[in-house]
């Protein structure tokens, strides 16, 4: 169980590029990041606003000389300092990702990154190498893969409780793109405008979610050929997505089914994992994060509660809260950022024996994550047709 001890010792010295006052997605970072006091948020170009960035920064408790208008200020000055950031965050669009994490990592400090990583996997390759020489951790943040009960279906399917897998069924919907984006934010219309989204929508923005928790739930499953359906129902969307439905065969005969969309209306938003092998089926779903149901042919349905004793070593080690008090998505970014935190450490250390062994969502997960949108979208442009993945 984890408790807050300090596993990394001192805290890192962590600054954030974007995740400023007016998006969500910078509390989920800080959250996750100060939860365990493994970071230190010293420094940030907090917004495009520059004043605006200032004032956030100086409310979050950070020195005013430390909140900078620009990323490329934020490295500059930084990387002269004694006590300069070790880590930065990029908590911002997009189609800033591979600049703002090339110019970090070239000036020798380590990367959180927001997802889907960058556009392409030839950028993604590019950074990884770049990382492996300058001995830098990329660390990728996909949500609910810290979550215990994630941990525990791993577990399960690596012990041969579920049998031979079968089948994969994955959905995340919401219905909040339901309507046009006549007085959509700015945070919904760079997300549906392709020179700062990317290649897709909806399966970069929630989709690769669902891919990414099942690759740590079934990490020896190879897809060898998809089919993507995807359409835009708002037409001021195009061709970007804002649902699409993708069918995937593994290499074993398994078969996997993939729902994602913005326009399921009147839904405030789910993920659900199922997972069927030859034995029994497990399922979970972040509307009910503290349950799991296990499901063995032939005998009553069994709902599993995260924290207790009779779950796998691998969700017990995770978990925060306890069985009485339910684990969420907070907690699950604490244990990502933790996992991210442990490497950075190991990596100043060299010591390549811990990093072997070590869970943490990194350079390999972000391109995995990229390279399914570059084959969905691929499919999706041969009129929804079967492509061999590559």
Request: aromatic letters at 8%; hydrophobic letters at 40%.
């Given at each position: 169980m984890?408790?807050?001890?300090?596993?990394?010792?001192?805290?890192?010295?962590?600054?954030?590029?974007?995740?400023?006052?007016?998006?969500?997605?910078g509390?989920?970072?800080?959250?996750?990041?100060q939860?365990?006091?493994?970071?230190?948020?010293?420094?940030?170009?907090?917004?495009?606003?520059?004043?605006?960035?200032?004032?956030?920064?100086?409310?979050?408790?950070?020195?005013?000389?430390?909140?900078?208008?620009?990323?490329q200020?934020?490295?500059?000055?930084?990387?002269?300092?004694?006590?300069?950031v070790?880590?930065?965050?990029?908590a911002?669009?997009?189609?800033s990702?591979?600049?703002?994490?090339?110019?970090l990592?070239?000036?020798?400090?380590?990367?959180?990154?927001?997802?889907p990583?960058?556009?392409t996997?030839?950028?993604?390759?590019?950074?990884?190498?770049l990382?492996?020489?300058?001995?830098?951790?990329?660390?990728?943040?996909?949500?609910?893969?810290?979550?215990?009960?994630?941990?525990?279906m791993?577990?399960?399917?690596?012990k041969?409780?579920l049998?031979?897998i079968?089948l994969?069924?994955?959905?995340?919907?919401?219905?909040?793109?339901?309507?046009?984006?006549?007085?959509?934010s700015?945070?919904v219309?760079?997300?549906?405008n392709?020179?700062?989204?990317?290649?897709?929508?909806?399966?970069?923005?929630?989709g690769t979610?669902?891919?990414?928790?099942?690759?740590?739930?079934?990490?020896?499953?190879?897809?060898?050929k998809?089919?993507?359906?995807?359409?835009?129902?708002?037409?001021?969307?195009?061709?970007?997505e804002?649902?699409?439905?993708v069918?995937?065969?593994?290499?074993?005969?398994?078969?996997?089914?993939l729902w994602?969309?913005?326009v399921?209306?009147?839904?405030?938003?789910?993920?659900?994992?199922?997972?069927?092998?030859?034995?029994?089926?497990v399922e979970?779903?972040?509307?009910?994060?503290?349950?799991l149901?296990?499901?063995?042919?032939?005998?009553?349905?069994r709902i599993?509660?995260?924290?207790?004793?009779?779950?796998?070593?691998?969700?017990?080690a995770?978990d925060?809260?306890?069985?009485l008090?339910?684990?969420?998505?907070?907690?699950?970014?604490?244990?990502?950022?933790?996992?991210?935190?442990q490497?950075?450490?190991?990596?100043?250390?060299?010591?390549?024996v811990?990093?072997?062994?070590?869970?943490?969502p990194?350079?390999?997960?972000g391109?995995?994550?990229?390279r399914?949108?570059?084959?969905?979208?691929?499919?999706?442009d041969?009129?929804?047709?079967?492509?061999?993945?590559?």
């Amino acid at each position: 169980m984890i408790n807050g001890e300090k596993t990394t010792g001192q805290a890192l010295r962590w600054g954030m590029v974007g995740g400023g006052r007016t998006g969500q997605v910078g509390y989920k970072h800080r959250t996750g990041a100060q939860r365990d006091g493994t970071y230190q948020l010293l420094a940030g170009a907090f917004d495009l606003d520059a004043e605006q960035g200032r004032d956030f920064g100086r409310n979050l408790g950070v020195a005013e000389e430390r909140c900078y208008a620009t990323y490329q200020e934020l490295i500059a000055s930084e990387s002269q300092r004694a006590d300069g950031v070790e880590v930065v965050s990029v908590a911002t669009p997009n189609f800033s990702h591979y600049e703002i994490t090339r110019a970090l990592l070239q000036a020798g400090i380590h990367v959180v990154c927001e997802k889907p990583l960058f556009f392409t996997v030839a950028e993604c390759v590019e950074i990884k190498k770049l990382a492996e020489e300058k001995g830098l951790i990329v660390g990728v943040t996909y949500g609910f893969t810290g979550h215990p009960l994630v941990h525990q279906m791993a577990a399960m399917v690596a012990k041969g409780m579920l049998g031979d897998i079968r089948l994969i069924d994955l959905q995340y919907t919401h219905g909040f793109n339901a309507g046009d984006d006549s007085d959509a934010s700015e945070a919904v219309k760079w997300r549906t405008n392709p020179k700062t989204s990317g290649p897709t929508f909806v399966l970069g923005d929630i989709g690769t979610h669902l891919y990414y928790l099942s690759e740590v739930v079934l990490p020896e499953l190879k897809i060898e050929k998809l089919l993507c359906d995807r359409k835009s129902f708002i037409a001021s969307r195009e061709p970007l997505e804002d649902h699409a439905t993708v069918l995937m065969h593994y290499h074993n005969g398994a078969r996997g089914r993939l729902w994602v969309t913005s326009v399921n209306a009147g839904n405030m938003g789910s993920q659900r994992y199922r997972f069927v092998g030859s034995k029994a089926s497990v399922e979970w779903s972040d509307a009910h994060p503290d349950q799991l149901s296990y499901e063995i042919q032939g005998e009553p349905i069994r709902i599993l509660h995260h924290g207790m004793p009779y779950l796998e070593a691998e969700s017990l080690a995770l978990d925060r809260m306890g069985a009485l008090h339910t684990e969420g998505l907070g907690d699950s970014w604490a244990n990502i950022y933790l996992w991210i935190a442990q490497a950075i450490r190991a990596q100043q250390r060299a010591d390549q024996v811990f990093l072997a062994g070590h869970h943490c969502p990194g350079i390999d997960a972000g391109t995995e994550g990229v390279r399914w949108l570059e084959n969905c979208v691929r499919s999706a442009d041969a009129d929804a047709s079967w492509v061999e993945y590559t």
